[in-house]
């Protein structure tokens, strides 16, 4: 699972807002162009900013290998026809584009979430959105970071205990079901657990948050998210 890691990294130095930037500007152009050569150039410029927060590759494509097997089946479904010719390449070749830009985004999302703090997530998203709206987006963000690792340790505890009384040996729709309905329960469960928690901490809806500002290497970041953001129109 990817999450913060402290280090020296130029992506670690920048503001999270820079970071947003650059990260929705790539999106956007990422979506808009199809071409063999703009995927090269976006394929040069997402690993250059996975160099930036030195993110493992190997690592971040284990964390995304369900998706990946999502984007991996999606252009054979695609290619297939329900009559003659029975494949299409053409919109095989299309849909395999498409995979390898969602794929993209996905890794510079990994280095976006290498490199910032949950806290300084919610910072960035509360003083760019004002009012409530932002501050419930802020407190979406922050709690989605911190409890999804616990839901996804939690089904490998389930698993490895099917697994210890021979759960392997059912069948793939017990077991499924089985960690379904014990997934939800554990979910239930943490969820009051972390209402209970929010109660007794007197959560307020607007904390004193981590200070940010903007540094000399956050203008380049920011003039860099700008260029791609006006690359979608071209």
């Known amino acids: 699972m990817l999450t913060?890691?402290?280090?020296?990294?130029i992506a670690h130095r920048l503001d999270p807002r820079s970071k947003l930037a650059v990260q929705m500007g790539f999106a956007a152009t990422a979506l808009a162009h199809t071409s063999p050569r703009a995927l090269l150039a976006l394929s040069v410029v997402a690993a250059l900013l996975l160099a930036a927060a030195r993110v493992p590759l190997w690592r971040t494509?284990?964390?995304y290998r369900f998706a990946l097997v999502i984007l991996a089946i999606a252009p054979i479904v695609a290619a297939v026809t329900l009559?003659?010719?029975?494949?299409?390449?053409?919109?095989?070749?299309?849909?395999?584009?498409?995979?390898?830009?969602?794929l993209l985004v996905l890794l510079v999302s990994a280095a976006y979430v290498r490199s910032t703090p949950?806290?300084?997530?919610?910072a960035a998203i509360q003083r760019t959105i004002p009012?409530?709206?932002g501050q419930l987006l802020g407190i979406?963000?922050?709690?989605?970071?911190?409890?999804?690792?616990?839901?996804?340790a939690d089904l490998r505890t389930i698993q490895d205990a099917m697994a210890a009384r021979l759960g392997t040996e059912r069948s793939a729709v017990?077991?499924?079901?089985?960690?379904?309905v014990l997934g939800l329960e554990r979910a239930f469960d943490r969820a009051d657990r972390l209402s209970l928690a929010l109660q007794a901490r007197c959560f307020a809806w607007n904390p004193t948050l981590p200070a940010l500002s903007f540094g000399r290497l956050d203008y380049p970041a920011i003039a860099i998210a700008i260029v791609l953001a006006l690359s979608a129109f071209l």
């Open 4 to 9: 913060y890691e402290p280090d020296e990294t």
């Open 61 to 63: 494509l284990v964390a």
């Open 83 to 102: 009559g003659a010719p029975w494949i299409d390449v053409g919109d095989g070749l299309a849909s395999a584009r498409a995979s390898y830009r969602v």
């Open 118 to 122: 949950v806290r300084h997530s919610r």
């Open 131 to 133: 009012g409530k709206p």
């Open 140 to 152: 979406g963000v922050a709690l989605v970071f911190r409890f999804l690792p616990v839901l996804r």
């Open 174 to 180: 017990e077991r499924a079901s089985t960690i379904g």
